[in-house]
């Protein structure tokens, strides 16, 4: 049982407390395996909540005892990016944690959230588009790695990052 924080489906109404804790999480976590000139370029387009994952009922956060949200993640059937669907297969969406909360549970709660609502939802299998520095993350929930592969991000622009997947 996680101790310090609640999980809920996230709303509409959280996008700037989701945002922030993006905005938080993800260029203290990700220096130590991209170069600076490369974040400053992509961080703008991955720190910003995504309203569709937001409406989605498949996305969740995690708020601590003073209603801060200190972890976010969820799932969907459309594969990021393309929107294309294939039967039993679910995508991990957009995970943070703040610096101040890794090592907590938070990540792998929201995950297991997502694990028995896939599952629930005939899903029996889950990809994920994994950063450099969350692949140990998913590797410790189950994901094996599949191939490096990078991330289109804009025009002329892209993340290198790590196709994972794992059975459910």
Not at 63 to 84: A, F, H, M, Q, Y
Not at 101 to 110: D, E, L, M, Q
Not at 155 to 162: A, E, F, Q, T, W
Request: proline letters at 5%.
């Amino acid at each position: 049982m996680p101790i310090g924080f609640t999980i809920r489906v996230a709303t509409p109404k959280d996008e700037l407390t989701v945002s922030a804790l993006l905005e938080s999480s993800y260029p203290v976590l990700m220096q130590q395996d991209y170069d600076r000139d490369l974040l400053s370029a992509v961080l703008p387009k991955m720190t910003r909540a995504s309203p569709e994952l937001l409406r989605s009922g498949t996305y969740y956060v995690a708020e601590n005892e003073s209603g801060l949200i200190v972890g976010c993640g969820g799932w969907t059937r459309e594969r990021p990016g393309k929107g294309d669907v294939e039967d039993k297969l679910g995508h991990i969406r957009h995970f943070a944690t703040h610096p101040e909360w890794t090592s907590r549970a938070v990540g792998r709660s929201i995950y297991d959230v997502c694990e028995r609502q896939a599952r629930s939802e005939g899903v029996t299998c889950f990809e994920c588009y994994s950063s450099l520095n969350a692949e140990g993350f998913y590797a410790a929930l189950g994901f094996e790695s599949v191939r490096r592969m990078d991330f289109p991000m804009g025009v002329n622009l892209k993340i290198p990052g790590v196709l994972m997947r794992r059975s459910i």
